[in-house]
């Protein structure tokens, strides 16, 4: 799901938005985030500092909203009989991948953010640690270790393994 998502942004959004910027969309992008920012910056041959730099500014943006509003929005948005249903429904599908950052709080939200799985990242991990009312002050400085930590996690898959690869053979 992750390679069409950057599929179809990279072809739809490509003439349109130079490629910085398609890359640095991709990084805000729930699901995709910094992750596929840099799969796609590496697809479009963005040099690997520039990628970076993008990446990480993308994928931080939307972590203070999240970390700040996410929690009265819902609860704003669960007095509506409508979206009630699917706001407690993200709210328990996110709190259902809080082990491990209920038990260790900083070091459980760096990891999760950081280490690149299916379902994990900046956007849940905020969204988590605001539904478990983590002071900003401990999420904020954790998220952001989290996304130097897939940075450093990505760069590798994305850039210096395919190198070697070529480099090798």
Do not use: H
Not at 32 to 55: D, S, T
Not at 112 to 133: E, M, R
């Amino acid at each position: 799901m992750t390679d069409a998502l950057i599929t179809w942004f990279t072809t739809n959004l490509d003439g349109v938005v130079s490629k910085e910027m398609i890359v640095f969309i991709i990084s805000m992008v729930p699901i995709l985030e910094l992750r596929g920012g840099l799969v796609a910056a590496a697809l479009l041959k963005i040099p690997i500092i520039k990628a970076v730099f993008l990446c990480v500014i993308g994928n931080i943006i939307p972590v203070p909203f999240i970390l700040l509003f996410i929690t009265p929005i819902f609860d704003r948005l669960k007095r509506t009989r409508w979206l009630k249903p699917k706001i407690e429904r993200l709210e328990q599908k996110s709190m259902g991948k809080s082990d491990t950052i209920k038990k260790y709080e900083f070091i459980g939200l760096l990891l999760f953010v950081g280490i690149p799985l299916p379902g994990t990242g900046a956007w849940t991990g905020s969204l988590i640690a605001s539904l478990l009312d983590i002071k900003f002050k401990k999420a904020f400085p954790a998220v952001l270790a989290g996304i130097c930590l897939a940075t450093v996690i990505m760069c590798i898959v994305s850039y210096f393994i395919p190198w070697l690869i070529t480099s090798v053979f």
